[in-house]
C-alpha cells in the first residue's frame, strides 16, 4: 500500500482543508492514530458542524471553542470510539450544540438529538453507513464531491477491522466496494492528511484485504493453526506493539472466512476448507 504521510501538525491550530472546511489535530498521536485524530470545522446551512470532537482532552476542547468563538451549532460523530467521540459532552456543555450520528450509536447510554439512518441528509451531509470497523460508522457526503471518511478510510494506514460484535470484515469490505463505486474527490479521513481522487486508494485497499485473505488460507492449508500463530507467520516483520491489533484483523478475517465456508474452527484452531 502507497499511504500517505504529512509533518507533525500545528496542535490546536485550525487549518484551512477544502471550501468551507477547517482542520485542528488533537494532540492524542499513537500507532493507532498517526499524529492524532482530526476534527473538522464545517460551515453548513445548520451553522457551524464539529465532525469528530476528539478523545477527552480539555486542552483540544478549549482549542476548538477558541477556534469557533463558542459558536458550534452541531457536534457530528462518525463513529463511537473514544478518540473522535469522548469530547462530544464537554464540547456540548460549553456551546450547546445539538449531536447527530447513525440511529444505532455504539456508545451506551449516549443518544443522539439527530439520528441518521443510511441515505439520510442533515446540514448539507448525506450519511453513507460503513460499519466494519465499528458497526455504527458513518462517512458523510457532500454535493461538491467532499466526504468525511472517519476511520473507513485513512490516508495514513488501513484500519482495525474488529471481530464481532464490535466489527465485522465482511461488512468493511462490503464499504469498500460501495465507496469505490462512488464518485466522491476528496476523503478527509479521521487520522492523517486529506486523500485526494481515492477511488484508486480505496480498491488498493480492498485488494490489500483479500490478498491476506488468501494468505491466511495458503497458511491454514498446510495445517490447523490459531489466530496467535497465524499472527506470527504473517506479521513477523511488524513491530510487536501491532501484533494485538494484527489478531484482532485476523480473527476478523477468519470470521469472514467462516461465513462463506471457506474454513472452520474447533475451539479456536482454524482449518480450511
Known sequence: MAYLSEPEPEYGRPKPVAPGVRRVVARNPS???????NTYLVET????AVIDPGPENAEH???????????VDIVILTHWHHDHHGATPALVAATGARTVGFHRFGAQGFHHDIPLKDGEAFAGLRAVHTPGHATD??????????????????????????????GDMTDYC??????AARDDTLYLPGHGPPLPEP????????????AREEAILATLREKPRDPPALVELLYAKREM???????RNVRSHLDKLRKEGRVSAEGDVWTAL
Not at 500507532?31 to 485524530?37: F, K, L, S
Not at 462490503?174 to 465507496?179: A, K
Not at 477511488?199 to 483479500?210: D, G, I, N, P, S
Open 137 to 166: 460508522h458513518l462517512c458523510y457526503a457532500r454535493e461538491d464531491g467532499i466526504l468525511f471518511s472517519g476511520d473507513h478510510v485513512m490516508s495514513w494506514s488501513s484500519s482495525i477491522v474488529p471481530p464481532p460484535p464490535f
Open 241 to 247: 506493539r501491532l501484533r494485538p491489533a494484527a489478531e
Open 45 to 48: 446551512p445548520e451553522g457551524l
Open 199 to 210: 477511488q484508486a486508494y480505496v480498491a488498493e485497499l480492498l485488494r490489500y484485504r483479500v
Open 174 to 179: 462490503d464499504g469498500l466496494r460501495r465507496l
Open 31 to 37: 500507532m493507532m492514530t498517526y499524529h492524532g485524530t
Open 61 to 71: 476542547v478549549a482549542a476548538l471553542v477558541a477556534a469557533t468563538g463558542g459558536r
